[in-house]
């Protein structure tokens, strides 16, 4: 049996969902460092054939997931996956959206604009929600400067009933061969600043509560035995 291997806070172990990969340089990563992507489903909003124009290393990084085992689907719409194919009987440990973006339809500091990059994470939560395995947890990375803090992700995942269990500051070092890409327009196979960026992590209310829970009766218990 292969021993457990860690990246960032993915394991080897967990059942991994990536939504919206660019040129799924973060799902390679992620996969060279396990040894295997046999755990890791990777999806993106566009075709193939639109990846591979937009982004130059799209292809071969596409093949060296699919040697390694993984799952590799196109055209999956994060606010609607739950409904599809061949995810809808999924569920996972770990379902991850890396800088969600609606796409550049104005400035980023524009009410619209961030009423539609809200509407895409509401919609991604939503759904992942249904998705978990018990105790399993949603990651969304995030900017927290400027326009972006006011996406306000915990709020919007409350929604959807679930609760911030841990905010950790994103490190792209924490992840060799990731390459973010700005995904839209022109410069789409460039990359944008990570700076002042973090990993919200996310579990359904329920399970959050039977932790806790737990956490109070088994030190009773044994408080118990000793009175």
Request: glycine fraction near 6%.
């Amino acid at each position: 049996m292969e021993r457990e291997r860690w990246v960032g806070h993915y394991s080897s172990e967990h059942q991994i969902l990536l939504v919206g990969e660019g040129d799924f340089s973060f799902s390679l990563s992620l996969a060279t460092s396990f040894g295997s992507a046999s755990n890791i489903v990777a999806t993106s909003l566009d075709s193939h054939d639109d990846l591979v124009k937009k982004y130059s290393k799209a292809q071969s990084n596409l093949n060296s997931l699919r040697e390694r085992g993984a799952t590799v689907l196109h055209g999956v719409d994060a606010t609607t996956m739950k409904l599809h194919t061949d995810l809808k009987m999924w569920k996972f440990h770990r379902i991850v959206f890396n800088f969600p973006h609606a796409g550049f339809k104005g400035k980023e500091d524009d009410p619209q604009v961030i009423d539609l990059h809200r509407s895409l994470v509401m919609g991604f939560l939503s759904d992942a929600s249904d998705m978990l395995r018990p105790y399993g947890e949603v990651h969304i990375s995030h900017k927290t400067a400027g326009p972006f803090k006011r996406w306000n992700p915990e709020e919007l995942a409350s929604k959807a009933s679930l609760l911030l269990v841990e905010c950790s500051d994103f490190r792209i070092g924490d992840y060799p061969g990731y390459n973010n890409k700005r995904g839209d327009g022109f410069f789409c196979d460039e990359p944008f600043p990570l700076v002042e960026c973090s990993t919200f992590k996310f579990r359904r209310v329920q399970h959050v509560q039977i932790q806790a829970s737990a956490a109070h009766i088994i030190p009773r218990f044994f408080t118990d035995l000793h009175e």
